[in-house]
C-alpha cells in the first residue's frame, strides 16, 4: 500500500525531467487544444452565421433582432464551452494514447537500469512505429471502459449499491494505464485480471485519486501522461 503514495514524486521526476518524455507529454495536449480552437471556431462562426439568417427571416423588429442574436450568441457559446468540458479528456486520452505507450516503456527501461535514448526525434519515430498497434489496443480499451461505465452508471439507480459503481469506475480508471504494462508484455485477460485484484485496494485508492483530477478543470490536462507514470512506475516495481 506504501507504493501508492511513494510512486508519486518518482512518476512526477520520470515526467518532467526527462525532456524526451517531457517532449511527448506536450504534443497530444498542444494538439487537442489546436483542434477544440480551430473546430469550436468553425462551428461557432457558422451557427452564427445561420441563426441570423434565421432571425431576419421570421422576427421583423429590430429590436427583437438584437436581442435574440445577443442570447443565441450567448447559449452557443455557453454549449460549446460545456462540450469542451466534457469531451477534452477523452480527447486528449485518444490523442496521447501512442505517446504514453513510448512513455511507459522508457520509465520501465530507466526503472530497470537500462538507458533510454536521449533523441526526441527517436521519441516520436517510436510513437509512429507503435502507432497502429496502439490505437487497435486503445479501441479495444474504450469499448471495455465505455461498457463498464454503463455498468456503473446503471448500478447508481440503486442507492445501495453507489459504493460499488465507484469502486467499478476507479478500477477501470487504474486498469486503463496499467494496460500498457500489461499490453507491452503480453499479458492475458486473466493475468491482468489477476494482477488488478492481487492489488485491489491500492488500485482502488489511485484509481479514485485520478477519477477526482479528471473533473478538475486543467488539471485534468495533466491526468493521462502523470497516470501513465505513476502506474508504469508502480506495476514494475511490483515485478522487481
Known amino acids: 500500500m506504501k507504493d501508492v503514495f511513494t510512486a508519486i514524486p518518482e512518476a512526477f521526476r520520470h515526467l518532467f525531467k526527462d525532456p524526451v518524455n517531457f517532449i ?8 487537442a487544444v489546436v483542434i477544440y480552437i480551430v473546430a469550436g471556431t ?13 432571425i431576419n427571416k421570421y422576427i421583423l423588429s429590430q429590436n427583437a433582432n438584437m436581442f435574440m442574436y445577443y442570447f443565441v450568441s450567448g447559449l452557443m457559446a455557453f454549449l460549446l464551452f460545456m462540450l469542451v468540458s466534457w469531451t477534452f479528456v477523452l480527447m486528449i486520452g485518444i490523442l496521447s494514447a501512442p505517446f504514453n505507450s513510448v512513455i ?10 537500462q538507458i533510454p535514448s536521449d533523441n526526441r526525434s527517436q521519441g516520436i519515430k517510436d510513437v509512429v512505429a507503435g502507432l497502429g498497434r496502439t490505437l487497435f489496443n486503445e479501441f479495444k480499451k474504450l469499448t471495455v471502459i465505455i461498457i463498464a461505465t454503463i455498468l456503473a452508471m446503471g448500478l447508481n439507480f440503486f442507492p445501495v449499491l453507489f459504493p460499488l459503481a465507484l469502486l467499478l469506475l476507479a ?11 500489461w499490453s507491452r ?13 492481487g492489488n485491489f ?12 483530477l479528471v473533473s478538475v478543470p486543467l488539471i485534468n ?14 506495476w514494475t516495481k511490483r515485478q522487481t
Do not use: W
Not at 468553425?42 to 434565421?54: C, D, I, P, Q, S
Not at 486473466?190 to 488488478?196: L, Q, R, S
Open 24 to 31: 511527448l507529454f506536450l504534443i497530444p495536449g498542444l494538439l
Open 42 to 54: 468553425y462551428a461557432l462562426e457558422n451557427g452564427m452565421a445561420l441563426t441570423k439568417v434565421v
Open 104 to 113: 511507459s516503456s522508457r520509465i520501465e527501461k530507466k526503472i530497470r537500469g
Open 171 to 181: 478500477l477501470i480508471m487504474s486498469s486503463q494505464f496499467l494496460d500498457y504494462s
Open 185 to 197: 508484455h503480453d499479458l492475458g485477460a486473466g493475468a491482468c485480471f489477476k494482477d488488478v485484484m
Open 201 to 212: 485496494f491500492a488500485n482502488v485508492i489511485s484509481g479514485a485519486i485520478f477519477l477526482l
Open 221 to 234: 490536462v495533466l491526468v493521462p501522461a502523470f497516470a501513465t507514470s505513476y502506474y508504469t512506475v508502480l
